[in-house]
């Protein structure tokens, strides 16, 4: 399934590349691509940090990753095999972290949410997206939306504030969802 994954979303660059620019990450930084499959995101937070960036992949199917050094995506971050509630990196190590469709799949989110604060340096941005609204993609798997997803705002911001950060915007939009939090000191 790996390496057809990203045919259905072809269309999707330009979303993932404007979200990816939403972060503010700079020359130089440190992007991290947690859940980051296929690499899709990776070209676009490797233009944000430039040549003396530093830009991370984890995923925890090592089919995806095989499938992202096979799109020659290797060439623009590392990538590497791990769980996203226990990151094999050092506190304060990232600038930004870029998630797309992740945390609502995750049999903890609060549990990684903290994971993720502990790896990002005071002021670093959390970025969770999706090129789909949480309503089109319950109508796709054929089910409402739930008042327990992680990813409403009534749930994703006490919980992002209980981990230590700040929901700085938030979009549920019918083709898109965004959600900004900013690394509280």
């Not at 330009?14 to 979200?19: C, I, R």
């Not at 945390?103 to 790896?119: F, G, M, Y």
């Not at 006490?158 to 969802?177: I, K, M, Q, S």
Request: proline share 8%; with cysteine.
């Amino acid at each position: 399934m790996a390496d057809a994954w990203e045919e259905p979303f072809a269309a999707d660059g330009p979303a993932y590349d404007a979200a990816v620019a939403r972060m503010g990450l700079g020359p130089g930084q440190r992007a991290l691509d947690l859940g980051c499959g296929t690499g899709r995101a990776l070209p676009a937070l490797r233009a944000e940090v430039g040549a003396k960036g530093f830009v991370l992949g984890i995923d925890l199917t090592a089919a995806m990753l095989d499938a992202a050094a096979r799109a020659e995506r290797r060439s623009l971050a590392e990538l590497l095999l791990a769980d996203c509630h226990r990151l094999p990196l050092a506190p304060s190590t990232v600038d930004g972290i870029f998630s797309t469709g992740l945390l609502n799949h995750l049999p903890e989110p609060r549990t990684a949410l903290r994971e993720w604060a502990r790896v990002t340096a005071s002021g670093g941005t959390l970025l969770l997206f999706h090129p789909s609204g949480r309503a089109e993609r319950a109508a796709r798997h054929g089910r409402p939306l739930s008042p327990d997803d992680p990813l409403a705002e009534p749930n994703l911001r006490p919980a992002l504030r209980a981990a230590g950060w700040h929901l700085a915007d938030y979009e549920d939009a019918p083709h898109h969802f965004l959600a900004r939090a900013v690394r509280a000191s």
